[in-house]
């Protein structure tokens, strides 16, 4: 159909003003370096100390915990403090066990059996997403006074602590700032907040605030006090040569 020059000049114009859409950000790739954040390198030991708070926000119990990660979804939690001295938790893959001093028999747990307060065995011992979770983007939004990128991860499989978490990070960086956590059932038993070591220019994770939704509203602080690179010999992953060996020499 013929158009008229002015029409179509006046057509043209418009379409040179009006911004294309950008195009969405890979959800690999955000995933991928919000854990970095977390977790920064596939063999660490990581010094964490578990705080929790009543619900007046008064303190409440601390315990101390060292964690070796290593590839293949395979961590082993030690257990510092007096009360818990000499107990341990392993990870492998979608198992998790729980090894008592005294015993040479581990014991199999879930990854929701807590530890402290609202910080169960998978909140310490699982620290990357993207070995868990498949991630969707919902979209960009605004995280108080920042756009971020609000994520929606649903589990690849049945031994995670979660079935569903909503997840935001900052659009720039993608550092992690906040998360729902949802339990098999849909409901939502957890909030999350995550502190970084700098506001400015954060380098990884230093404290995860995690907020009870299911009655209780008490406040767990997970801190991560130190990161080292280490590689530890494969038999500490094995839960019977680790329930032989129960001082780790």
């Not at 959800?27 to 009543?54: G, Y």
């Not at 893959?93 to 015993?103: C, E, I, K």
Request: glycine letters at 4%.
């Amino acid at each position: 159909m013929f158009r008229p020059l002015p029409l179509l000049i006046a057509a043209l114009s418009l379409s040179l003003v009006v911004p294309a859409r950008a195009a969405d950000p890979d959800v690999t790739r955000l995933l991928a370096d919000a854990d970095h954040f977390r977790v920064s390198d596939e063999h660490l030991v990581i010094d964490t100390r578990v705080n929790t708070f009543k619900s007046d926000g008064t303190p409440d119990k601390e315990r101390l915990y060292t964690v070796h990660t290593s590839t293949g979804r395979r961590s082993l939690v030690l257990m510092r403090s007096p009360a818990e001295q000499g107990q341990k938790v392993l990870m492998v893959g979608d198992d998790f066990w729980l090894l008592m001093p005294g015993t040479q028999r581990p014991m199999r747990i879930t990854p929701s059996q807590k530890l402290l307060g609202d910080a169960s065995t998978g909140d310490i011992a699982t620290l990357r997403w993207s070995e868990d979770y498949r991630a969707t983007l919902v979209g960009e939004e605004r995280c108080d006074t920042a756009p971020c990128w609000h994520l929606s991860l649903a589990a690849q499989r049945p031994g995670v602590s979660y079935q569903r978490i909503e997840l935001w990070l900052g659009r720039e960086r993608h550092l992690p700032l906040k998360a729902d956590l949802y339990l098999q059932s849909d409901k939502l038993a957890k909030q999350a907040r995550f502190i970084a070591d700098s506001a400015e220019r954060p380098t990884q994770i230093d404290e995860m605030v995690l907020q009870d939704q299911l009655g209780h509203h008490r406040e767990t602080r997970v801190r991560y006090t130190s990161r080292e690179k280490r590689t530890v010999p494969e038999s500490w992953f094995n839960p019977m040569s680790l329930a032989r060996n129960p001082t780790l020499d």
